[in-house]
């Protein structure tokens, strides 16, 4: 299956999933100058950036990223660091084939700044949910989720540091699972199952 991976940070993410071995043809960054960009560079990997512009609205700005995948014969997507919520145009594209990866145990603190909402909110367990991607704000099925537990003397920093390397494990396992179609789905349940022999 052919990847996209959708970013605008550091980009360990995608560093995880490129070292997995999946097929990642495309990354797109939603900002420019981000480590992100250079790890898809030194891997190879077609990188392109599309900056909001005041000039145009949420749904043209996905019609053009719809566009730019399809261009690519991109089947399947993953968000990781990608700070935009995905409309329509790219939902509709790739039903139930696109993942995001979010540092809290979901529902509890979606958005921006999960980490730092889960430290203000004073919980002694977080920890990491993949999910797919649906019209709401990191609201799609679960598709993976691990705790991880906060120490009295965490900072958004030490906590991250906790965190990423629970990403950088499920959000590759998860994607496997999605390319060789092993994730069944009913609703919001996702079950891990042998492949779908519809799939191939
Ligand atoms: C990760 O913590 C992810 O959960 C969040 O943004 C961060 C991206 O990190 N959505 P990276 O760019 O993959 O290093």
New binding site residues.
């Given amino acids: 299956m052919k990847w996209a991976v959708l970013?605008?940070?550091?980009?360990?993410?995608?560093?995880?999933l490129l070292a997995s071995g999946l097929d990642v043809r495309l990354v797109v960054s939603h900002r420019a100058g981000?480590?992100?960009l250079d790890i898809a560079a030194a891997a190879g990997v077609p990188a392109r950036v599309l900056l909001a512009r005041a000039s145009r609205g949420p749904l043209a700005y996905d019609q053009e990223l719809a566009a730019l995948l399809a261009d690519a014969g991109i089947q399947a997507v993953v968000?990781?660091?990608?700070?935009r919520i995905l409309r329509a145009p790219v939902i509709d594209q790739y039903p139930g084939r696109i993942l995001?990866?979010?540092?809290s145990l979901l529902p509890a603190f979606p958005g921006l700044h999960?980490?730092e909402q889960a430290l203000a909110h004073g919980v002694k367990v977080t920890g990491?949910t993949v999910h797919l991607v649906d019209a709401g704000l990191d609201s799609g099925p679960i598709v993976a989720q691990e705790a991880v537990p906060v120490a009295p003397e965490d900072t958004a920093d030490t906590l991250?540091a906790r965190?990423?390397p629970v990403?950088h494990r499920l959000l590759p396992a998860a994607a496997w699972a999605l390319d060789q179609g092993r994730l069944h789905v009913a609703g919001r349940h996702v079950a891990w199952g042998e492949p779908d022999p519809r799939d191939h």
Avoid: F, K, T
């Fill in positions: 970013v605008g940070g550091r980009g360990s993410n995608l560093q995880a981000v480590g992100a968000a990781a660091g990608y700070l995001n990866v979010h540092p999960a980490i990491v991250a965190l990423q990403e």
